[in-house]
């Protein structure tokens, strides 16, 4: 499954990413949360926090009308209700072991957080891997499970670019306000800075010594298992190559219970000076790293024999017996 | 420079006459940090290490992760290990060699030791035990032990955890200064912080706040609100 349109509206692998002309971006329940620059809120059964332009996607994959209604493809659902209109038309929808589907008027029985009915017709689970069919079937898998799309370049089945369009990253849960709650590794804040001037355990020369701590998108630290592995892209854009790529994770340690690591960056011995950029990324992201200007996910580094520059800042200190080596 | 590889198996008794055929342990590299080392270390114990002596040069065929693919050779070095109480784990059986790699000669642990001064010191170390022989839990990007200008009684009633988290955050035990003790802050009282538990934590850090030291003050502070969403003031 690539990209489809649907009537107006682009879709990635089943999850809709374009509409109205809007790059938008859809929660697990398929509510558009982000349509270009604009977000949008819901209260658990649909109704918006803020008023915003109708005619266009909205909840649980419903198109609302100017009236304020959604069309569910087989019948309308009023948000500000909480319930269908007309009764569910699907009779395999009823089950004589399940009460609450006798009742032929309510969305998803009643638990609009952790299920959605596109049709109309009977609800599905949505959890953060996949949306299941009440037999638990699965009915549509993401392409990484958890995961959900955010604009970026598509390509298409042969490699190429055919436009801007998604990748993947974290699905957010939905708590019973019908608000994102998902923590996403976003930055990264400095912890130590220093330097060793003749080289640590594993590194020629002048070492620079950073401690980092993943923060996520409101600034808070993570901790114990929800610390999310990080990885190092470096790219040498002038002299001798600059050796990175590194993975620091809580597997084996080298990120602690707060999320802090610490990153070794040296010329190691080469008496030519080398520029390289550094990336540092997180569930798919790359971090924003609170380091001289600008916070920036692109670091340009500068390796020389006596110090090493990142993001154009210097270390502050020499390290010490209390640094690690 | 004359290479020679030394069986692990054979260390003890160690003999580096005709080594042609021995080998070399692992060298491990693992950058960590000071939470990460106790976290890692099956055992961090109180004691020291002493007659340390050169074992050995190995030259570096396949560079390990992490390694600069700069250095070429290690030097191994051992030491008697004399250790009087475990702080995590249990202590080692007595007349165990410690080794470790380094990327340097000299075999000098304490390189980067603050000057001696008259107070008392202890030194907590974060090893685990291959065979017969005692080793740091990471040769290279960690901490071989964390010194306290304390003494540590073996018989005294205190947890050892929580003696060993109460002078991290002890700032005469760890540094000559408050200016100093707060440089440092951060990486102590995270260790500190993950053996108390937040709630006891908090109370030990509030009152390094009010010591004096605007420095400490501000680490001690930014420490209660980042981690714990916590003030300074109760």
């Known amino acids: ?325 | 420079m004359r290479l020679c590889r030394v069986a692990w198996f054979l260390l003890a008794p160690l003999s580096l006459g005709g080594c042609a055929e021995r080998q070399f342990p692992e060298w491990r590299v693992l950058p960590l940090t000071l939470e990460g080392a106790w976290e890692s270390a099956p055992a961090v114990v109180i004691g020291d290490v002493r007659s340390v002596a050169p074992l050995g040069v190995q030259e570096i065929k396949v560079t390990p992760r992490f390694v600069s693919p700069s250095i070429k050779h290690i030097y191994w070095c051992e030491g008697e290990f004399r250790a009087h109480s475990a702080v995590k784990g249990r202590l080692p059986r007595t007349g165990k060699k410690y080794i470790w790699a380094s990327v340097r000669p000299g075999c000098d642990l304490y390189r980067y030791a603050p000057p001696r001064d008259e107070r008392p010191i202890t030194r907590a170390w974060f090893i685990r035990e291959e065979g017969d022989y005692v080793r740091p839990v990471a040769d290279g990007g960690s901490f071989y032990f964390v010194t306290f200008y304390a003494n540590w009684e073996p018989s005294s009633d205190i947890d050892p955890q929580a003696r060993f988290a109460r002078l991290l955050l002890t700032p005469s035990a760890r540094d000559t200064s408050l200016r100093d003790f707060a440089t440092g802050f951060e990486s102590g009282a995270s260790t500190a912080c993950f053996i108390l538990g937040r709630e006891r934590c908090v109370e030990l850090i509030r009152p390094l706040a009010a010591l004096g030291d605007p420095e400490l003050r501000r680490a001690a502070c930014d420490f209660l609100r980042l981690q714990y969403q916590e003030g300074c003031a109760r």
């Open chain 1, 1 to 325: 499954m690539g990209i489809e349109r649907v009537g107006a509206n682009l879709c990635y692998t089943g999850r809709m990413i374009k509409s109205n002309n809007n790059w938008v971006v859809t929660d697990r329940l398929g509510s558009v949360v982000r349509s270009g620059a604009e977000t949008l809120r819901y209260f658990p059964w649909g109704e918006e926090r803020l008023t915003s332009t109708q005619n266009r996607d909205k909840f649980g994959t419903y198109f609302r009308d100017s009236t304020g209604l959604d069309y569910a493809l087989n019948r309308y659902y009023s948000s500000s209700h909480g319930r269908f209109l007309t009764p569910d038309p699907y009779v395999a929808s009823a089950s004589l072991t399940n009460p609450q589907s006798w009742n032929r008027y309510p969305y998803v029985e009643n638990d609009p957080v952790n299920k959605l009915d596109p049709p109309g017709l009977a609800w599905i689970w949505a959890n953060f891997d996949s949306l299941m069919a009440p037999d638990g079937s699965v009915v549509w898998s993401p392409p990484a499970a958890g995961y959900m799309i955010w604009p970026a370049t598509i390509y298409g089945p042969e490699g190429t670019p055919v436009g801007v369009g998604s990748s993947v990253s974290p699905l957010p849960p939905i708590d019973s306000d019908g608000a994102d709650r998902r923590r996403i590794a976003a930055a990264l804040r400095v912890v130590s800075d220093c330097y060793w001037g003749d080289g640590s355990q594993y590194t020629v020369g002048y070492t620079r010594v950073i401690t980092y701590q993943v923060l996520d998108q409101d600034g808070k630290p993570f901790y114990g298992s929800e610390v999310p592995a990080v990885t190092e892209s470096v790219v040498t854009t002038s002299g001798p190559t600059i050796v990175g790529g590194g993975v620091w994770s809580r597997a084996e340690n080298t990120i602690d219970p707060s999320g802090r690591f610490t990153d070794y960056l040296s010329a190691n011995g080469n008496a030519q000076p080398s520029t390289a950029t550094q990336t540092l990324s997180a569930d798919g992201n790359a971090l924003r790293v609170n380091i001289g200007a600008g916070s920036p996910t692109v670091l340009n580094n500068t390796y020389s024999t006596s110090t090493v520059t990142v993001n154009g800042t210097t270390s502050p200190r020499p390290c010490t017996d209390k640094d690690p080596r």
